[in-house]
């Protein structure tokens, strides 16, 4: 998911401003402020959507995870419970959930929001 709105903002924006401009050259009569934005300025309102786009999923899902941790711990009789011999099953749905997020999410994600 990173690594597509990574591309889209490195890319895909500059190619369809590209586009645009050759298919609809702007009037030259136009003042300055009635032309589209740059692309530096459509590149940063993508950058900033997207960083809030991909902080909302890792909280949702976050949030998802800490339940089920927070439910297999409530729900347990620990003081009459024998010592445990496998991992339980909700712990090991817990690091597939993890996984999986990391998996959708990407390291390109993690790399630029560590610089913000």
């Known amino acids: 998911m ?14 369809l401003s ?3 401009e050759e298919m609809f ?8 402020e009635q032309l589209s934005p ?4 459509l590149t940063s309102l993508a950058h900033d959507t997207v960083q809030q786009v991909l902080t909302r999923y890792v909280n949702v899902k ?9 439910t297999s711990v409530k729900t347990r009789d ?3 419970a024998v010592e445990p011999r496998n991992v339980r099953a909700a712990m090991k749905r817990v ?3 993890i996984t999986e997020l990391d998996t959708q999410i ?11």
């Open 38 to 41: 740059t692309v530096t300025e």
């Open 18 to 20: 590209n586009l645009t």
């Open 25 to 32: 050259p702007p009037d030259q009569s136009a003042v300055p």
């Open 95 to 97: 690091v597939e959930e």
């Open 62 to 70: 976050g949030l998802s995870i800490s339940q089920m941790i927070h």
């Open 2 to 15: 990173a690594r597509l709105c990574l591309d889209f903002e490195t890319n895909t924006i500059s190619y």
């Open 106 to 116: 990407g390291p390109s994600s993690r790399r630029r929001s560590s610089r913000s």
């Open 78 to 80: 620990w003081l009459s």
